[in-house]
């Protein structure tokens, strides 16, 4: 057995020197005046304040030609149509299902939605929907892309795509839906044998890298036999780096989870997660990145 | 003044303070890591302590969403041992209800609810050592929660505590001026277009002072909003140079 | 309870992975998580401590008031628990949400920690029938990710260490009426004996082993678990079976053999560090919650 006692740390100061803090950025506090030209369009985070252009959120400007927004630090999950998400399951309504995906409100999974066994054109039955629980239920985790956006907000989702689906054995982790970069696919088979689903909205799947026989099984049936040490070993290490990455507000994309993943190597599994480790690796991987960056 | 000197003749209060002096206040964002926002608030030897989740899908009864705005959720507690004599319940008394209720509306006035139609945003605040001026203490830490969490407000709401004695209006009261019989005002400001999210006051003036008490409790809101800024403002800094590309 | 939700698939990795004594968070099935320990955090109390394990984070504060002894004990003070569990840990928690939880936890505390194998409750006792000294130990929880009464357990063992109590002088008038004095001098002050306070091992049965600290997700996947409390020398003062499942008097056995273990090796790190803090005295800063 094992057991480590500290006391705390005190957190270390990050020295903002003058160059460095302010690196360009434009940030902003609730209540400061962004701008009080006319000519801008009202983005997220911002109101408009006796004809002044307001920020209400603590974060960095953002401007795209005309539209001016501020993205805050932290935030519920704010979903664009074409975002890949991880959800779970809440409910199981009449024709839909509510996911839990991190946003405002329960993100919705229409039966017409997602594709049922036997082939993407087939008609919904009244079979079909009294068989949705055997389909998906009330825990089960699914992949899923924003498919529209209702106007309060809430998010509706569809799985017509064999990428998407249901998740089988593996693990969640849950991060802020802003350390989570954008890229053009958010699926990666990582060379370090273990696959990983970066949700936009900061909920992460690791799982062990599919074989071929699963493809065809329509995304409902899922393996329960067991994954193999060697793979666990790699989640399991990948989990502890996501959430010291995390911890450390860097951005997570393939390339700084595997550069984690590596420096992470020389470290036993279950120390990834100390104070003094975690500051370790995640230097090592910042350093990583910023000489590749060149 | 039952004994105690809250203002001795050289204009120096009980800890030492001058009239208009605020307390030392040191805050933190970012507390926990499981809710949305969290902060935690030193005023003098007052803590506490505010958590915020949300905002997220109304639970329990349906019946209270709003379909045009969201729905803000309060609880004030304290905990057990935050006083000098020991609380027998944390919370559910008629204070903490009354103290819930007013959090509530001072951040209505703040939050932009009408942005999260049907949602609701939960404000959990928690006082951990009471020496005076807890409504203030909650009202600044829950501030800093809200804007941990990325929930849009008008602006911050600042909160402070005001008395008068023998014609001289103090700023931030601590425990023992608040129980020295004297008045006490709280006031909750929007600080920059200095509107007032709540005010209260529970003994009885003379109109002829209600300004210059009402003028002091303001000129404390603003100066603490100037510390809450600066909090958040390192805090947005820190996490910004860390996140750079 | 908090609670988290998890699907058949990630309940069967999690079970697989504790049968391969690796969990999924890379840590066998007797490894605790880091933790955090710091006392003398509430400076209005008596004694206080705060401890963090993983992202379970409780605060126990102790304040010691003069009472009247029980009648059937005349001669030993007692110890009071509260536990709060606050709207803070989770939402779940708000309102009346907490109080079950907490009524539950604070009784089992009550039987582990307030008999005299455990603490001197003499060493308590001013005026044998009149007055003596009453502990209120009240557990404030603020977040909630598993493990509860090993938290709890290991933060109150802090803040028993962390307690003074003031010395108290009896004078008696002519008329044989006592008067009780509280000693003015902070440092005039009595401190407890804590070597026999045990710590609580919770084990959870996940398939056909068990583990120790266990993650609100592991709980999830549990039926049933083991609560243990242990002393230093390794005896044990409680037992209880928590949960809604069932559990077979051979693995009940098996995990009462192990919680003796664990929990015996719990007292030796902690008390090393708490003796080491104190021994920092003033040089320590403190870091309650600004850090």
């Known amino acids: 057995m094992a057991v480590d006692m500290r006391l705390p740390t005190v957190r270390k100061q990050i020295s903002l020197s003058g160059s460095q803090s302010t690196d360009g950025k434009h940030l902003v506090v609730p209540g400061d005046v962004i701008t009080s030209d006319t000519g801008f369009m009202r983005g997220h985070g911002t109101y408009m304040d006796d004809e002044k252009l307001t920020a209400s959120v603590a974060g960095e400007v953002e401007r795209v030609n005309k539209l001016i927004c501020v993205r805050p630090l932290k935030t519920r999950f704010n979903g664009e149509v074409g975002d890949v998400v991880v959800g779970r399951i809440t409910e199981v309504q009449q024709k839909r299902w509510k996911v839990e995906t991190n946003s405002r409100l329960d993100s919705v999974l229409l039966l017409s939605s997602v594709n049922l066994p036997g082939g993407e054109l087939r008609r919904r039955s009244a079979e079909d929907e009294l068989a949705m629980r055997d389909y998906l239920q009330e825990g089960d985790l699914i992949s899923a892309e924003v498919q529209s956006v209702f106007s309060d907000g809430a998010l509706s989702l569809h799985t017509r795509s064999l990428k998407y689906g249901k998740l089988g054995q593996g693990v969640l982790v849950q991060v802020s839906p802003s350390l989570v970069k954008r890229q053009k696919t958010h699926f990666h088979n990582l060379p370090c044998g273990a696959s990983i689903i970066l949700g936009n909205n900061g909920y992460i799947w690791l799982y062990p890298t599919p074989g071929q026989q699963d493809e065809e099984a329509g995304g409902y049936y899922t393996s329960l036999e067991p994954v193999p040490l060697p793979d666990r070993e790699v989640i399991s290490r990948l989990r502890n780096c996501l959430l010291a990455l995390a911890a450390h507000k860097v951005l997570l994309y393939d390339t700084s989870v595997l550069y984690c993943y590596e420096s992470s190597l020389s470290h036993q599994m279950k120390d990834i997660l100390k104070p003094e480790i975690m500051d370790e690796i995640v230097m090592e991987t910042r350093q990583r990145l910023l000489e590749q960056e060149g | ?245 | 309870m908090a609670t988290v939700q998890v699907s058949e698939a990630e309940k069967v990795y999690v079970m697989h992975g504790v049968r391969d004594d690796l969990r999924v968070d890379g840590r066998g099935c007797e490894d605790y998580r880091h933790m955090e320990i710091e006392t003398d955090v509430v400076s209005n109390t008596d004694g206080s401590a705060k401890v963090s394990l993983g992202h379970t984070d409780i605060l126990v504060g102790i304040k010691a008031e003069i009472g009247k002894p029980r009648p059937m004990v005349p001669d030993e003070g007692y110890l009071e628990f509260f536990v709060d569990c606050s709207a803070n840990a989770t939402p779940e928690f708000e309102g009346r949400g907490g109080e079950e939880l907490g009524v539950e936890l604070s009784n089992t505390l009550y039987k582990v920690f307030n008999n005299r194998h455990s603490l001197d409750l003499r060493s308590l006792c001013i005026c044998p029938g009149e007055h003596c000294w009453v502990l209120y130990v009240d557990v404030l929880l603020l977040q909630c990710d598993g493990n509860l009464f090993d938290a709890m357990s290991i933060a109150i063992k802090a803040a028993l260490f962390n307690t003074r109590i003031p010395k108290v002088h009896i004078s008696e008038d002519e008329e044989g009426v006592k008067e009780i004095e509280l000693s003015d001098d902070p440092y005039d002050c009595m401190r407890l004996n804590v070597e026999n306070v045990p710590c609580i091992v919770t084990l959870c049965k996940i398939a056909h082993r068990h583990v120790v600290d266990a993650t609100l997700q592991e709980k999830a996947c549990s039926v049933a678990s083991l609560l243990i409390s242990v002393t230093h020398k390794g005896m044990v003062t409680c037992v209880r079976k928590l949960g809604r499942g069932s559990l077979d008097p051979d693995s009940i056995f098996e995990m009462t053999e192990t919680g003796k273990r664990v929990g015996k090796a719990l007292h030796a790190p902690l008390m090393e560090l708490l003796q080491k803090e104190e021994s920092l005295g003033k040089k320590r800063q403190k870091v309650g919650f600004l850090a």
């Open chain 2, 1 to 245: 003044m039952a004994g105690l000197e809250l203002l001795s003749d050289q204009g120096y209060r009980l800890d030492g303070r001058r009239a208009a002096e605020l307390r030392k206040v040191q805050a933190r964002m970012g507390v926990f890591a499981q809710a949305d926002g969290s902060a935690y608030i030193e005023q003098g030897n007052t803590r506490a302590l505010a958590v915020v989740y949300g905002p997220h899908e109304v639970r329990g009864s349906r019946s209270k969403t709003l379909h045009d705005r969201a729905v803000i959720n309060c609880q004030y507690s304290m905990a057990t041992f935050s006083t000098a004599e020991r609380k027998r319940r944390p919370h559910g008394d008629r204070k903490s209800s009354e103290m819930s209720l007013h959090l509530k509306q001072t951040f209505e006035a703040a939050v932009l609810t009408q942005l999260y139609p049907r949602s609701q945003i939960d404000i959990y605040v928690k006082i951990l050592q009471s020496d005076g001026g807890n409504y203030s203490a909650c009202v600044n830490a829950a501030t800093l929660a809200l804007v941990d969490a990325g929930i849009p407000m008008r602006d911050y709401v600042c909160a402070c505590t005001a008395g008068f004695v023998e014609d001289t209006p103090l700023a931030d009261l601590c425990h023992a001026e608040e129980s020295g019989g004297g008045t006490t005002l709280a006031l909750a400001l929007l600080p920059r277009s200095e509107n007032i999210a709540l005010v209260q006051m529970d003994a009885r003036l003379h109109q002829d002072h209600l300004d210059a008490l009402m003028e002091a409790a303001m000129m404390a809101c603003k100066g603490l909003s100037k510390v809450l800024d600066s909090v958040v403002r390192q805090h947005l800094q820190e996490v910004s140079v860390l996140t750079r590309e």
